[in-house]
């Protein structure tokens, strides 16, 4: 692992400074992660309709910064936000199929887990719905 220089106890440090950042009541915003379910029915007028099931998060987000944006080879936008988000909180894998709602609806972008333990935390990438090309 990329973090094998760490012991165990700065780990700990690290992890629990990140708990405290995303559970910060100044710091974090509540939303709703929106987890993708299935594709759902399809509604003749509408088309696919695709099934979420939601789950309230308190997470840390930050705007994507232009560098970021520059050096992603088109993956993000300006206007994305990266969210730090506790896997405890949605209970599973977060894939690019799944949803944020905090201030709008937004598409997952671009999900990475944490380099300290790979499960503790994900960085999400999230664009709002109405910039979205999907």
């Given at each position: 692992m990329a973090t094998d220089f760490l012991t165990a106890?700065?780990?700990?440090l690290i992890l629990n400074?990140?708990?405290d950042v995303v559970t910060d009541e100044q710091l974090s915003v509540p939303g709703t992660y929106y987890r993708f379910v299935s594709a759902g029915t399809f509604v003749p007028t509408v088309g696919q309709v695709p099934t979420f099931s939601g789950s309230p998060i308190t997470?840390?987000?930050?705007?994507?910064?232009?560098?970021?944006?520059?050096?992603s080879a088109g993956m993000y936008q300006l206007g994305d936000y990266r969210y730090l988000i506790e896997?405890?909180?949605?209970?599973?894998?977060a894939i690019t199929?799944?949803?944020?709602?905090?201030?709008g609806l937004r598409f997952v972008v671009n999900v990475q887990r944490?380099?300290?333990?790979?499960?503790?935390?994900?960085?999400i990438v999230a664009r709002d719905v109405g910039q979205s090309s999907a």
């Open positions: 106890a700065e780990r700990e400074d990140i708990h997470t840390f987000r930050s705007p994507i910064a232009e560098f970021e944006v520059e050096e896997a405890a909180q949605i209970g599973y894998k199929l799944d949803r944020i709602y905090d201030e944490d380099p300290i333990q790979g499960s503790v935390f994900f960085s």
